[in-house]
């Protein structure tokens, strides 16, 4: 889901990466603290395999249930690229994106929640071939 991002002008000034419970923990300079699943960070991935390269492009991520971070690494001073148990590893989060998706969680799951209903799909089913 292609989100339209603005500076947020603030710097994480710790992140931490909770295994057991797929979240990543983000501190940023303003005094935010948010927390985020693995699936919704990987839900609201901003690379081409889900956003496509414009407008309408855009493919629901789903049976995404399941999936945690396994990995997290620093692109230069301005984003962390995240890989996924599911192979996942092209997205770039900079810190504006991690950010509105923390700041905003509650909205944005919710419309993740109300696509995937409206396209007939539950959260739960396994993905089909």
Not at 23 to 32: P, R, T
Not at 45 to 72: C, F, N, R, W, Y
Not at 101 to 111: D, I
Request: charged content about 20%; overall charge negative; some cysteine.
């Amino acid at each position: 889901m292609r989100l339209k991002i603005t500076p947020c002008h603030c710097s994480p000034t710790e992140i931490k990466l909770h295994k057991l419970s797929a979240i990543l923990e983000i501190h940023f300079d303003d005094g935010s603290i948010f927390e985020m699943p693995g699936e919704y960070l990987r839900v609201y991935t901003q690379s081409a395999e889900a956003v496509g390269h414009g407008p309408g492009q855009e493919t629901l991520q789903i049976g995404k249930q399941d999936v945690t971070i396994t990995d997290v690494r620093p692109v230069g001073n301005y984003a962390i690229a995240l890989t996924f148990s599911d192979g996942h590893d092209s997205g770039i989060y900079s810190w504006d994106l991690l950010y509105k998706l923390g700041s905003e969680f509650p909205l944005l799951w919710s419309n993740y929640l109300e696509q995937l209903r409206a396209a007939g799909i539950s959260r739960k089913s396994p993905l089909k071939n």
